[in-house]
């Protein structure tokens, strides 16, 4: 070592116990422990800051800090438990006389009374249910009763088992096929290679759709710690694919217009982004996300785009064709990668009956599971379900074929018509949230306390949706009668 460096370490280590010469020892061996606490401390502050964002840390950190006020955490933990009792539980005074094993003898035919009975104990749901129920008057007539006779028809089958069930199979490749066509297969811009399956609702569409992207996106990428954007207006069964598929999730604020904010989720992309995602409409509001734009970000960073088309994607293809203004949303957007659309919704389907779409092939083929090296035997499922209900499929199938292109048009004007008239409303102290595009509106009030309104309508027999940041309550319109009820003061 050259004679000046190691003067100078020497100068350097004598200056440096001089220095340290005048502290205690035990400060000496603290202080850097000390100083990497503190290290550690602002390195997590700053990850939740970057996960969070700085308004919802505060947040978190205000309501910590107001648990700490005596009495406060007790009442917030005692709420929480009565709400997970319910859910678990049901209500423990109506299970109290709940079978809890098979009967000795069994009731035969009889069975049946009993269920009649059970049924008499459920609410009126017609004409004051927002959503749950889509299809209108009694299962004893009409579409109702038809669909009821093709489901029972085929309540034995099973696609699982192509080779026997050949009538289900041909059933659901025509619903595919026809959804297909309605959310523009048919037009020159989506390729002319969508394809899909049926599912039993819209959750498993959408949790289909995210585990085929992530892997999709592995595949072309290499990605393996893969994450997804969504608006906060989007459907909670995102937050449900992100913990069984491991994905990170980014919840983005929405716009001015309850729409999502593009600009917003192109800040959150990066690397490992695997999926966007928009609504037409959203749950919450009923407002139609910019899937254009949405489209051209995906394209811009070759990254997949989801949109949720469960409650949509039987009413806006034909409310375009009835002349409404209704923006692009379907395959015939670039950028579209998968579509979930829900035939037991405005489809007017069996309840369990949803379809999930593709692109191409080569985005669905990341949807299957193939196990070859099973004793059993090769095993290939094309859904989250292994066995599925051939009757639902039948149902579905049974639906469209039975309202044809004429009858779900007429079906979108009556309830696209009523809807309008709702948004115009007529009671001074609500009003409505954003601009509703389709069916569902949202209303909200500056003057009453909304979810008070919501409780009192409960009690007169009506079931609507309570909704947050902004409070406001949720009208899925379905047929004319709740427009009339709701207006006239009935409730």
Known sequence: MDSSVKSFLLGVRASANSFLSGYEPLVLVFTPLVGLFVASTLQSVIGVLQEKGLKATLLGFFMSFIKLVPGVKNYIDAEKQKVVEKLQSGGKSKKENWRTELPGTGLGAGVLDQMKDEKRKDVAWQGKCSGTVYIGGSEFEGHFSLINEAC??????????????????????????????????????????????????????????????????????????????????????????????????????????????????????????????????????????????????????????????????????????????IPPFDFSVKGVTSISADVHKYGLAPKGTSIVLYRDHDIR?????????????????????????????????????????????????????????LQKGGIPELFVIGRPDMTVVALGSNVVDIFEVNDIMSSKGWHLNALQRPNSIHICKKNPELLVNFMDGTC
């Not at 969508?194 to 289909?208: A, D, K, R």
């Not at 959203?282 to 734009?293: C, L, V």
């Not at 469209?400 to 309008?420: A, D």
Request: hydrophobic share 40%; with cysteine.
């Open 152 to 325: 029972s028809m085929f309540a034995h089958t099973n696609p699982l088992h192509m080779d026997v069930f050949q009538s289900v199979i041909r059933f659901e490749s025509e619903v595919v096929s026809m959804t297909a066509a309605m959310l523009g297969s048919k037009k020159k811009s989506s390729g002319g290679q969508i394809c899909g399956n049926m599912t039993s609702g819209g959750t498993e569409s959408i949790l289909l759709a995210v585990k085929t992207s992530r892997d999709y996106m592995k595949s072309r990428k290499g990605i393996k710690k893969p994450e997804m954007i969504i608006p906060e207006s989007a459907h909670s069964a995102y937050d449900k694919a992100a913990q069984y598929f491991n994905i990170k999730l980014w919840r983005v604020p929405v716009d001015k217009e309850f729409q999502a904010d593009v600009k917003a989720i192109r800040r959150f992309i990066n690397r490992n982004t695997v999926l966007i995602v928009g609504s037409a409409p959203g749950f919450p509001h009923g407002i139609i996300d910019p899937i254009e734009e949405l489209g051209q970000l995906a394209s811009s960073f070759d990254i997949c785009l989801h949109v949720d088309l469960c409650l949509g994607g039987f009413v806006l293809p034909f409310a375009q064709k009835l002349g409404y203004p």
């Open 365 to 421: 083929k990341h949807q299957f599971v193939a196990v070859t090296e099973w004793s059993g035997g090769l095993y290939v499922s094309p859904t989250m379900a292994g066995s599925r209900p051939g009757s639902l499929i039948a149902g579905a199938w049974a639906a469209m074929m039975s309202l044809g292109e004429e009858g779900y048009l007429e079906n979108t004007r009556s309830v696209m018509e009523v809807s309008k008239r």
